[in-house]
């Protein structure tokens, strides 16, 4: 079964600090990954895509295959970074479109002054 | 402007007193979904959509209904909400066109049902 796991509810670090948000998936074929922000009060919106190999705002992720990862990192966290992440997985419907997304349950970052 | 719009935002109800909730985007996309974020559980997809007339079950379907007549519009229907269905609900659309195929995701609906 698919399945995203995301361990950490909720990671508090400092400002500056290194961020690691964790994220492993379960899937039987090739993955298309993704991570998701929501600060407070507003809409998820895309982050970052593991297809495209960039990095946003300071933040990248690598898809693992062989650990099945796709860990979220930054080296040193901004107070403006604060907000809840999600991975999500991808079923490839229609060629691995975004069509049918899983989500994990969701990190809370908080990053404090 | 490009966006995904949902109505109402707030809402609160009754147990078995039927409601929508609209969602419309102008994207022109062809996928839309819905899915509800409860606190620890994440997101949930509800029910999902590749195309005009074209809908299938997310995660969790049970209580909900769905229709797709037009591209842009993709209502949800609570026939006999209940308590267990209060909750935060988003829409969301997408096209496989796009370069990074982004989905869009509306504000959100708060849903009370006391």
């Known amino acids: 079964a698919q399945r995203v796991t995301q361990p950490e509810k909720l990671l508090s670090v400092f400002k500056g600090a290194p961020v690691e948000l964790k994220c492993n998936y379960s899937?039987?074929?090739?993955?298309?990954l993704f991570w998701y922000v929501q600060y407070s009060r507003q809409r998820l919106q895309l982050l970052l895509r593991?297809?495209s190999r960039e990095s946003i705002k300071g933040f990248t992720a690598d898809l693992n295959k062989g650990e099945t990862s796709f860990h979220l990192k930054k080296p040193f966290a901004q107070e403006e970074d604060s907000a809840m992440y999600y991975c999500?997985?991808?079923?490839?419907?229609?060629?691995?479109?975004?069509?049918?997304?899983?989500f994990g349950k969701g990190t809370k970052l908080s990053v404090k002054p | 402007e490009a966006q995904v719009t949902q109505n109402p935002r707030y809402l609160i109800t009754v147990t078995g007193k039927k409601l929508t909730v609209t969602c419309s985007q102008n994207?022109?996309?062809?996928?839309m979904s819905w899915y509800r974020q409860d606190p620890g559980l994440g997101l949930r997809q509800i029910y999902y959509?590749?195309?005009?007339?074209?809908?299938d079950k997310g995660d969790v379907p049970e209580g909900y209904k769905v229709s797709r007549k037009e591209k842009r519009n993709f209502p949800l229907i609570l026939e006999s909400p209940s308590p267990n269905q209060t909750s935060l609900y988003f829409c969301?659309?997408?096209?496989?066109?796009?370069?990074?195929?982004?989905?869009?995701f509306g504000p959100g609906t708060r849903l009370t049902v006391l």
């Open positions: 969301a659309s997408s096209s496989p066109q796009r370069v990074n195929n982004e989905q869009f």
């Open positions: 899937y039987s074929g090739s993955p298309e």
């Open positions: 593991h297809i």
């Open positions: 999500a997985l991808s079923s490839p419907h229609y060629g691995g479109s975004q069509g049918n997304l899983i």
């Open positions: 994207m022109n996309h062809e996928y």
């Open positions: 959509s590749m195309n005009v007339e074209v809908t």
